[in-house]
């Protein structure tokens, strides 16, 4: 199946869920999970589209599984690829990253949005994450935006992708290979030697189609999920460092460093006062 295939059915999905009267937005954490299926510091919002699916997740500080029913929709905070569905049933995920957006039907039917989320898509999601955190949220308010973000990436990924070449293809399959391996202390060249094509060729996607160089784009991912571990658990910088994908701590310090002007531990202390720190240590 190719990629305009591939749309074709994501598109008709999102306007089934489009359609569809929705009752109620579910909220979840991710489960804890095996080391190859770590929880991801991505928002990500499940669809069940014709019969209900069960899922197993964190639900209002306790881990149980839901029926979610086509009416209804799940909003992750943080999730984990490993068991989450637990029935057969259909479903649309859509995975808000903050360099793509993936579109997820099925195993055959997976695509990546290389179109950044608008402006109003990511107020939308401040909106639901902050909905997410009180004891009962305003499940009008939820449906609505959940609605809202629904148009918002489903006009996103309808507009026509200037480049289809075999070439764009393959960067963003390169893409999504190391946004899933990135903890796996992968490189340029063992990237390079899993696609079978010289790293250089890799450089020059980069150079081609991002404004970013491999090993930035790269390092990126592994400081997102380290800023995630720093201000929701307790682990000591060796553990977050392996969970990352860098060799030792030391050079999560140094990386970090460079990034953000301080070290791990005292941008760990200056957000001290994040009050869902203790709350979200049990999901991890």
């Known amino acids: 199946m190719d990629f305009q295939d591939k749309k074709s059915r994501l598109l008709d999905a999102m306007k089934q869920c489009r359609e ?8 979840a954490w991710a489960l804890p999970a095996s080391a190859n299926a770590a929880p991801q510091p991505f928002f990500r919002i499940t669809f069940p589209l014709t019969d209900s699916i069960k899922i197993k997740a964190a639900f209002d500080g306790k881990i149980e599984t839901r029926d979610v029913h086509p009416t209804e929709a799940i909003f992750f905070r943080s999730f984990s690829w490993d068991k989450v569905i637990s029935s057969p049933g259909e479903s649309l995920s859509i995975v808000y990253r903050p360099d793509f957006i993936r579109l997820v039907l099925d195993l055959n039917t997976i695509a990546h949005n290389p179109h950044s989320l608008s402006s109003a898509g990511l107020h939308t999601i401040q909106v639901l994450d902050a909905l997410a955190q009180e004891k009962k949220s305003d499940q009008q308010l939820s449906c609505d935006a959940v609605k809202f973000l629904l148009d918002t990436t489903r006009r996103d990924f309808a ?11 393959t960067f963003l399959e390169i893409k999504h290979f190391v946004s899933e391996h990135y903890a796996e202390f992968v490189n340029r060249d063992s990237v390079a030697e899993h696609f079978s094509m010289s790293s250089g060729y890799i450089s020059q996607l980069f150079k081609r189609y991002s404004n970013s160089s491999f090993n930035y784009y790269l390092n990126q991912l592994k400081l997102n999920k380290a800023e995630h571990l720093l201000l929701n658990t307790s682990y000591p910088l060796s553990k977050i460092a392996e969970q990352c994908g860098f060799s030792c701590d030391a050079r999560l310090i140094k990386t970090f460093r460079k990034h953000y002007g301080t070290s791990p531990g005292r941008f760990r202390l200056s957000k001290k006062h994040r009050t869902n720190l203790t709350n979200n240590n049990q999901f991890l």
């Open 159 to 169: 507009l026509p992708i200037e480049d289809t070449s075999h070439a764009f293809d």
């Open 20 to 27: 569809t009267p929705l009752t109620q937005v579910h909220f």
